[in-house]
């Protein structure tokens, strides 16, 4: 079992920026490929970004260049530094682990609890 907690959503202005975090615990964190996806109500969950166990990482298009995932295996988290946000990046926003880097929420064993995230423009 893997536990996943996120932290650090909340309301900006657009243009703004936010760090999302999220804390693992559970098994080794770092055999796991961990992914954000974003969720807007009655919409299904989308892909947002994801990083390997070794570190490459994979962006959806929307977010490229605004968006930058990291992990910090000495502390079990895994961020989502979010800049130059945007209304349309209004969502709950979820941490997930998987056992290899997938674009697909359904090879994802772990998830967390979300966070929100809203952007005002």
């Known amino acids: 079992q893997v536990q996943l907690v996120e932290s650090g959503g909340g309301l900006v202005q657009a243009g703004g920026s936010l760090r999302l975090s999220c804390a693992a615990s559970?098994?080794?964190?770092?055999?796991?490929?961990m992914g954000w996806f974003r969720q807007a109500p009655g919409k299904e969950r989308e892909f947002v970004a994801v990083?390997?166990?070794?570190?490459?990482?994979t962006y959806t298009d929307s977010v490229k260049g605004r968006f930058t995932i990291s992990r910090d295996n000495a502390k079990n988290t895994v961020y989502l530094q979010m800049n130059n946000l945007k209304p349309e990046d209004t969502r709950v926003y979820y941490c997930a682990a998987a056992g290899s880097d997938s674009f697909d929420p359904r090879r994802y064993a772990y998830w967390g609890q979300g966070t929100q995230v809203t952007v005002s423009s």
């Open positions: 990083i390997s166990w070794r570190g490459s990482t």
């Open positions: 559970g098994r080794t964190f770092s055999n796991y490929a």
